[in-house]
DNA sequence: ATATAAACAGACCAGTTGGTATGTCAAATA
DNA sequence: TATTTGACATACCAACTGGTCTGTTTATAT
């Protein structure tokens, strides 16, 4: 904001929209807060973005995306157990989680709740992120079965969705009931489940 | 709609209203849509409610908490295997949707992931529908491990919570994956979490 | 140095939206 | 039958909201 530049201010415009639509959602999300958060006029705004539609697609695509990407797909893909690095992940989540920020949810599951029926542009990219996502996951069972870590039976597709739906609603009940004790309780059966996925062997060293 | 009936009208007045706030959010419902779909006008609406939020309070009290007493509390209660009948109550709700709605979700999910976080009044409502939720499958599983068709290790508080959101995350996910292949594999693993709270005697007759 | 285009600023606008004020009609009540 | 009250109908409005249009400033290429 100091000099010109473009791509800071794309940015900017993208933080701020996030945020009001993390906790106000996108059609409660208005523009003109947007301007207030970054100080921009209607002109900046509307000379990176052509409408408040295309604001919210790049914030799928460029944030909530990258965001998934570095934070599940990446650990996931260097993982040796899966199942340890979810619960890492899912543990160093919370750990950066204050009352407030549960209250708030996750801005993708929000997003998908909210737009996916009134919008297929938002549901296509709301849905490549889950796949993204559960595909990782799948994956990383996959691999975790060949070393044997991961036990036979378990079908890596199909347990990654349901892994991938329980978190989403774990943090959505959380977020509606307010409660970080509910939020660890179904945490504590989360990971119980988690670590029921791996070989009868490795039980020992993972608890 | 035919002679003057305000209990009618006003319950069609919520009708319209869920149907609306099912597809678009609650801050995307329109009261002239309402008017639209019911016939009626402002008159009449503004009659029977003070706003366009004691429209929204009046779904969550006497239509969605009504829906799960009946569709949950109700079946829960009466049941000696609450396992079963919670597999039962799944798939009697799995065959009664179809594919388009299943792209619009729980209600209650979503008013709870749109306005828990920018609205009070809302959440605590839709939290009481929660805890009534929770506290009726809690209960069940406590009676089934009185009688021995439940695991003794199973903690009925956690687990109730667990089972609740993962079901919410279950249908949400499918909802933006707009994906009944995908709503079914994630079920499929829910039931099997289910029996795995089972007494090892008792499985033999559940599968 | 100057032309050119990108990066903004700011006023303005048309459509939308929740809500209100006033009037009318039917049914219960006396 | 007269009257009062609840159940609507209709016109209207003020505030909001996404978006546009025109103008100005800054960087960059020539």
């Known amino acids: 904001m100091v000099s010109r530049n473009p791509n800071q201010t794309r940015r900017a415009i993208l933080d701020a929209a996030l945020e009001e639509i993390h906790l106000r959602g996108f059609q409660g999300m208005r523009v003109e807060h ?39 797909v990446g650990p996931l ?23 407030e920020e549960i209250e708030k949810g996750c801005p993708i599951n929000n997003l998908s709740q909210e737009m996916s029926p009134i919008d297929e542009g938002f549901r296509e990219r709301l849905e490549q992120v889950y796949r993204q996502w559960t595909s990782a996951i799948a994956e990383a069972l996959s691999r975790g079965q060949k070393t044997g870590v991961i036990r036979a039976d378990v079908e890596p597709a199909k347990i990654a969705k349901f892994l991938l739906a ?42």
Chains 1, 2 share one sequence.
């Open 166 to 207: 329980s978190l989403q609603g774990i943090i959505g009940v959380a977020k509606c009931c307010k409660s970080e004790q509910m939020l660890d309780d179904m945490a504590d059966c989360m990971r119980s489940y988690l670590l029921q996925l791996l070989n009868a062997d490795s039980v020992q060293r993972a608890v």
């Open 77 to 99: 893909s260097d993982s040796s157990n899966p199942v340890l690095t979810i619960i890492e992940i899912c543990e160093k989540e919370r750990a950066g989680r204050t009352a």
């Open 34 to 72: 947007i301007l207030q958060r970054t100080g921009l006029t209607k002109g900046a705004l509307y000379h990176h973005f052509t409408n408040k539609m295309s604001i919210g697609y790049a914030i799928v695509d460029e944030i909530l995306g990258q965001d998934v990407m570095e934070r599940w």
